[in-house]
């Protein structure tokens, strides 16, 4: 049997070192191009804070002046229209934001920023996740 201390840190790692490494080589790219201002987005996903604590450790620890603008975490169900969706994703300050979700819920994401006015020039969209690819066909 493990103790509780050792189910954690598996649970982390469980998660998927992927998901690390994509925010590692994202933050890279951020720092590269001057990017420090940002917001995290998420779902309810399973995960969903693990990857915010992930992006505080990264954040914290650096000696690059990031602008963390919050965290919003999105809750899909009971907006089928997604007009909930549009006015909170408005509600972001940041031009660049850290979406983690699964790949449905990407695509209902997208769906409303694009509706939004909040997909086009001027936003940066990176998606972080163990579970997006697999598809023949991207989302819009």
Known sequence: TRSAPQEKGS???QLGSSTE??????????????WTAFA???TLFPGYE????????????????????GVL???LTDDPE???????LREVS??????YCSREEAEAIFRAAREAGLAGP???????GTNLGGSDQLPE
């Open 94 to 99: 940041a031009q660049i934001r850290l979406l």
């Open 50 to 69: 693990d990857f915010v604590d992930y992006v505080e450790v990264l954040t914290d620890s650096s000696f690059i002046g990031w602008e963390h603008r």
């Open 21 to 34: 490494q994509q925010l590692q080589v994202i933050f890279e790219v951020l720092e590269e191009y001057d």
């Open 73 to 75: 975490t999105l809750n």
């Open 40 to 42: 995290v987005v998420t």
């Open 122 to 128: 001027g936003y940066i969209w990176f998606v972080v």
């Open 11 to 13: 649970t982390f790692l």
């Open 82 to 88: 997604g007009t909930r969706l549009r006015r909170q």
